[in-house]
């Protein structure tokens, strides 16, 4: 799928080394590449490649060790932690492979707290939580606890959680690796129809070359370089 609507995102040069004693091991170096504004990239690769430190730098959950990310025309590198933090709560909704859910709330608290970590007092935040788990099927849920939902229900709630602040851009990390195959593909399928619904920048780290295929573009991060690979030369 072709898209025109210009770079949302873009990585120059980027490059992750950790010290080992004396020695320096490179994660990844001279990773340049950008991401059309409404496109669905996969990102796929060995486990250990770096596909989860990757989303961490460009969501400012880490730094690079070189190379500049820039995120509508801005440099993110370049940011006090504040107004990372701010970038985080207001740009970016992050999808992990566990969910990360509170055990001691509910599944509606859960979707509300980045508002409330502004500040928006619950009743105000109510209707908008309730709302998004409507989005994602759970309307009759919103009183559980995590504890009292399945895995494929609580990945749902981290989803409505990860889109409540309305951000333009979702980093997904491994977002169906813990499910089974059929829960997996009903969390992609909803994954994918919120993207189009709301008009998303979506980057999704991903084992699973079935999904990977069915994103607009696939990068493959592999001996520390990252290189495009058509989505239909995935095996199934």
């Known amino acids: 799928m072709h898209l025109t609507n210009g770079a949302i995102l873009r990585v120059e040069g980027l490059k992750k080394a950790f010290r080992s004693g004396k020695s320096e091991l490179v994660l990844f170096d001279n990773l340049s590449f950008s991401v059309a504004r409404g496109e669905m990239l996969a990102i796929v690769g060995e486990s250990g490649a770096g596909k989860s430190t ?3 730098i460009l969501g400012t959950l880490d730094s690079a060790s070189a190379g500049d990310t820039y995120f509508a025309g801005s440099k993110l590198n370049l940011r006090s ?5 701010d970038f985080r709560n ?7 492979q566990f969910h990360y859910l509170l055990p001691e709330f509910t599944a509606l608290e859960n ?3 980045p508002l409330l970590t502004r500040g928006q007092p619950l009743q105000e935040v109510r209707p ?4 998004w788990l409507q989005e994602v099927g759970l309307e009759t849920r919103a009183e559980h606890r995590s504890g009292e939902l399945s895995g494929g229900e609580q990945q749902r709630v981290a989803l ?4 409540i602040t309305q951000p333009k851009l979702l980093l997904a990390d491994e977002p169906t690796g813990d499910l089974d195959d059929r829960t997996g593909d009903a ?8 993207h189009r619904e709301h008009q998303l920048t979506s980057l999704i780290a991903t084992h699973n070359s079935a999904f990977a295929r069915r994103c607009h ?12 690979v058509r989505p239909e030369s995935l095996l199934a």
């Open 90 to 96: 207001r740009e970016v909704g992050f999808v992990w």
């Open 187 to 194: 969390v992609f399928e909803l994954i994918a129809g919120l």
């Open 128 to 131: 908008v939580a309730q709302r």
């Open 111 to 113: 979707v509300a707290m």
């Open 81 to 85: 932690p504040e107004a990372e933090a």
């Open 160 to 163: 409505a959680r990860a889109l």
């Open 54 to 56: 990757l989303l961490h």
């Open 217 to 228: 573009r696939v990068l493959r991060l592999k001996s520390g370089k990252m290189e495009e």
